[in-house]
């Protein structure tokens, strides 16, 4: 970026998770996957780095170098209030406009989808929202009231297509920390599932496809001992020989087990917006094999960095064909796009691109 005058941020985070939300495992079993929250963190942080005057708006015991304003001392998932969190989040709502008002910001971002439409044309001061989540039919019953009320922030284009018409002053992709991911061009004969046991990540289909390319699957993530998904459709099928449950793990201790695999696999049965696992996998060299869902498109360069296939049959026969891809462009795909430097990038620039159609 260039050394543009520097702004006045207001971050406008949660208090359902403490920022940023580690331990992350606290708060898996309320299916909360901390990921708006982990980036809202660390945009908070590099937008401090970078000189600007940031102010967070997130529970008290976060921890950030911005300046912290809070409504509920600490995060409301660790309190008897988490079944009243709505209203908490309001409340932080409205302190974030009321200091708006006064003319305390530049520009505020909000990291609601939803929330912070109807508060926005309330101030002179522009907001703009990062999409974190699906546009579910939920949020386009609202949103379709609010298209013009603040800017918004896609993190893939895919995410798009259901609300073309909403303000979009930009797609900014989720970035991670490259550095921190080890890399291995030397891989053993395995696969790996990574992500929350629930249907809509396609844990099943994840089994499917093993069993039909005849290959071992190590699946990571938290589950719901009691759910009927895990019950009936997933422990059956672990059996840890070739199906190996390895349960929830910290990145840290997640990131090798990504290096040595063939492949990463992801059969995904929604429009993932994202995909951070996937960035992630491709950092250590792995190649990702995806169903043609949401975003993977655009993660997955096919036939380069993995396959982008239709059905599990055509997945099963990518892994066949994973020898072929190089880990070394994997990992450039994500030092290209899907950096924690490329991220900050993208939101500055909307910043000064918001505030510059403002004027």
Same mark, same amino acid.
């Given at each position: 970026m260039t050394n543009e005058n520097k702004l006045r941020i207001a971050i406008v985070a949660s208090n359902v998770m403490h920022i940023p939300p580690e331990p992350i495992e606290k708060y898996v079993p309320k299916g909360w996957s901390g990921a708006p929250e982990s980036i809202a963190s660390i945009l908070t942080e590099e937008l401090v780095t970078r000189g600007h005057d940031v102010t967070l708006f997130a529970s008290g015991d976060s921890q950030t170098r911005a300046k912290l304003v809070s409504i509920a001392e600490t995060a409301t998932s660790a309190t008897p209030y988490f079944k009243d969190h709505?209203?908490?989040?309001?409340?932080?709502?409205?302190? =974030?406009? @009321?200091? *708006?008002? *006064?003319g305390k910001f530049d520009i505020l971002h909000s990291h609601?989808? #939803?929330?912070?439409?109807?508060? =926005?044309p309330l101030v002179s001061t522009p907001t703009v929202s990062t999409l974190h989540g699906p546009l579910s039919d939920h949020v386009k019953n609202i949103l379709q009231h609010f298209k013009k009320s603040q800017y918004y922030i896609s993190i893939s284009d895919a995410q798009r297509k259901p609300l073309p018409g909403l303000q979009y002053i930009s797609t900014v992709y989720n970035g991670i920390d490259v550095e921190a991911v080890p890399f291995s061009d030397k891989k053993e004969d395995y696969l790996?599932? *990574?992500?929350?046991?629930?249907?809509?990540?396609? #844990?099943v289909e994840a089994i499917e496809a093993a069993k039909k390319a005849n290959c071992k699957l190590l699946i990571f993530g938290s589950h719901d001992p009691e759910s009927?998904? &895990?019950?009936?459709?997933?422990?059956?099928? $672990?059996?840890q020989k070739q $199906?190996?449950?390895?349960?929830?793990?910290?990145?840290?201790?997640?990131?090798p087990y990504y290096a040595k695999a063939r492949a990463f696999?992801?059969?995904? @049965? &929604?429009?993932?917006?994202?995909?951070l696992v996937v960035a992630e996998a491709m950092a250590?060299?792995?190649? #990702? $094999?995806?169903?043609?869902?949401?975003?993977?498109?655009?993660?997955?360069?096919?036939?380069?960095t993995g396959f982008v296939c239709d059905t599990v049959e055509q997945m099963a026969e990518a892994v066949k064909k994973v020898g072929q891809i190089n880990p070394v462009d994997c990992r450039q795909r994500v030092e290209g796009l899907f950096t924690i430097e490329k991220m900050i990038d993208g939101y500055e620039k909307a910043y000064y691109d918001i505030l510059n159609q403002s004027q």
């Open positions: 709505r209203d908490y989040e309001h409340a932080l709502i409205s302190k =974030a406009y @009321q200091m *708006a008002a *006064a609601f989808d #939803v929330r912070t439409a109807g508060y =926005a790996v599932f *990574a992500g929350r046991i629930h249907e809509q990540k396609g #844990v009927d998904y &895990w019950l009936g459709k997933v422990k059956p099928l $672990i059996d $199906i190996i449950y390895k349960g929830f793990v910290s990145k840290k201790e997640l990131y696999i992801f059969p995904i @049965q &929604w429009e993932e917006p994202f995909g250590t060299g792995t190649p #990702v $094999i995806a169903l043609k869902k949401g975003s993977m498109p655009e993660l997955v360069e096919d036939g380069k």
